[in-house]
């Protein structure tokens, strides 16, 4: 019977164990950050914040309903991960997210009561 070759590699890129290797290789803030970064990306196209292309205009990716809960998501992690990743990462995060909250309050036609919006039960109130 043949043997799966990632098994039988374990130096080969791409393989399993490869993928563990690498991973213990990247510090937590990193990870943290990496992942933060990805939320508000994903954030700030919902939001309609994305540039305008040739096949597109940003504003067509708008979707409130996901942008909360990226946002919401976002909130949770900065929050939690706050007092472990130091106030120099933490700091820019917070000043993303809060862009990110402001921006859902302007593009929504029926803004959330202060303290009501995407991840603000995390951070408090944002206006």
């Known amino acids: 019977m043949a043997q799966d070759?990632?098994?039988t590699t374990p130096?080969?890129?791409g393989t399993p164990e490869s993928a563990v290797r690498d991973i213990a290789d990247v510090a937590a803030v990193e990870v943290i950050t990496t992942a933060a970064v990805h939320l508000?990306?994903?954030a700030a196209v919902k939001c309609g914040l994305s540039p305008d292309t040739d096949g597109a205009r940003g504003a067509d990716y708008l979707d409130l309903d996901e942008a909360?809960?990226?946002?919401t998501a976002l909130a949770a992690l900065v929050t939690a991960s706050a007092p472990d990743i130091g106030n120099q990462h933490a700091r820019s995060l917070r000043d993303g997210l809060r862009s990110l909250q402001l921006a859902f309050r302007e593009a929504s036609p029926f803004p959330d009561a202060p303290g009501e919006g995407p991840?603000?039960?995390f951070t408090?109130?944002?206006v």
């Open 5 to 7: 070759s990632a098994s």
């Open 11 to 13: 130096d080969s890129p």
């Open 40 to 42: 508000m990306s994903a």
């Open 68 to 71: 909360r809960k990226l946002i």
């Open 119 to 121: 991840g603000e039960r």
């Open 124 to 126: 408090g109130s944002v």
